[in-house]
């Protein structure tokens, strides 16, 4: 059996929203596993927003020397704490209830296949709109709240679904399986609990408590990476090297001509690497790079996903900042996670991308180019809508982003969200 069994506590917290005052003694849900996760030397948390998240989001914001890293999917969110996790001994990813959390726990059975420890911290639907007969969005048919947190159970080390009267000893037990056993672990907070108030931690988190071991599957491999000291955000890792060029001397250098192979390829990428990059790979892309000295060759090679490198380039940069990263992915894995390419560009990493193009044409025909229009005023949509008929009617599909104000949302939108998040 699992460590525990995550049941549906459907109870009303019975403390307010947020604590009052401003004893240093007490803190709230959200603010309790913050700190224990800061224990850890974790800096960046990973995740996607949501409206049953937004508490643990406010909290996250709201503390010094914890960033949040927003992606563009929940799935390179996972794929980036699981990276982070790697060589900071510790990732975190946040996402909604149901559709958010279902979209990553690929990621996340994937750093149970690798034993990587990632906190998976989910918000779920307030407890005060859990009525009998109530349709919740995100849930399935019925009442019933913990289909979800069942399915991560299976690929995860340890579960807890928080509740307000024993939040902090649920927040030690489940980081403890963790750390303990190198796997991911499974946190649900409620939209109403994660303001609670709770004491606030005392002494250090136990990062050996004994957890009973599942009996239909290995037992969980341990680690001993310390976990790193904590430090301001990182900075964009250093460019400043010289980037090298091929010489007589270097292998492929004959070949300069004529097609690109897989051969004058990684002779070329052997050539470019220096000591100490970190070179991540998605499955079947690596031929086999002799690498210098103090590089690291980093890949998912049991769980094989596809699209994981690029989201972990984020991960990685974000976790070892002086460190060149080196990322080699195909056009089928880049199609998967090419989202995050912004995040990579919004949180100012600079990792080397080669993508894998095999045939390298990306259009079916000379007249399928698409066109891309751009409008943030009433005219200049009028005006893209107009071209967008002209460019249709010529066989070109059309992308037409409106620009909006940040907080310019359908009150429709706000009502619901309101609604759903109030004790």
Known sequence: MNTRTVTNRNQAPTAPARPSGSDPAVTTVAGY????????????????????????????TGRPGLAWIGMATEQGAAYAA?????????????????????????????????????????????????????TIHHNLPGSEY???????????????????????????????????????????IPADVA???????????????AIPARTDRPAPARTDRPAPARTDRPAPARMDRPAPTLTEMDPGYADRGGHLTQRRLWASVQHFLLPGDLVLADQGTVSGPLLPEG??????????????????????????????????????????T???????????TVPVIVVLNHDGDPVAAPNRHAVALRASSPD?????????????????????????????????????????SRP
């Open 295 to 336: 590089a690291e060759l980093i890949g998912p090679p049991p769980f094989a996903p596809i699209g994981w490198a690029v989201p972990a380039a984020l991960g990685i940069s974000l976790a070892v900042p002086d460190r060149r990263v080196i990322v080699v992915t195909g056009g089928g894995a880049l199609q998967q």
């Open 338 to 348: 090419a989202p995050e390419l912004d995040s990579l560009l919004t949180q100012g």
């Open 82 to 134: 699981e990276s982070y996790a790697r060589l900071r001994g510790l990732g975190a990813v946040v996402t909604t209830y149901g559709v958010g959390e279902l979209s990553a726990m690929n990621a996340i059975a994937g750093a149970y296949a690798e034993s990587v420890p990632v906190v998976h911290i989910v918000g779920t639907p307030a407890l005060a709109a859990r009525r009998p007969g109530a």
């Open 380 to 420: 200049e949509l009028a005006w893209a809508l107009n071209a967008a008929n002209h460019h249709a009617a010529a066989g070109r599909p059309v992308l037409i982003e409106a620009v909006l104000a940040a907080d310019d949302a359908r009150p429709r939108l706000r009502e619901l969200a309101g609604r759903e």
């Open 33 to 60: 596993l913050l700190a224990r996760l800061a224990e850890t030397g974790l800096i960046s948390v990973f995740g996607v927003p949501g409206d049953d998240n937004l508490g643990v989001l406010d909290a996250i």
């Open 195 to 209: 303001g609670a108030p709770v004491p606030a931690p005392a002494g250090r988190l136990a990062q050996a408590r």
């Open 146 to 188: 913990g289909h979800y947190a069942c399915l991560a159970s299976e690929f995860t080390a340890a579960q807890a679904d928080l509740r307000a009267d024993d939040a902090p000893g649920e927040i030690d037990r489940v980081l403890s399986a963790a750390l303990r056993t190198s796997r991911p672990v499974y946190l649900a």
